[in-house]
């Protein structure tokens, strides 16, 4: 249900690093636990549930 450009790829980010989101989604992201859907967390782009596949 996104309108952001990432509804393109089933709501897939892809990679980045740290400090390259907004601080809320930055901060959830890098400290949440792997293949485990978290939130939602809430941003000024909206609400996010997240799911990081891996970390590099």
Known sequence: YSSCPSKRNGGSLGE??????????????????????YGPVKTQFGYHIIKVLYRN
């Open 16 to 37: 980045f690093n740290k400090g390259a989101m907004v601080p809320a989604f930055d901060k959830a992201v890098f400290s949440i636990p792997l293949l485990k859907p």
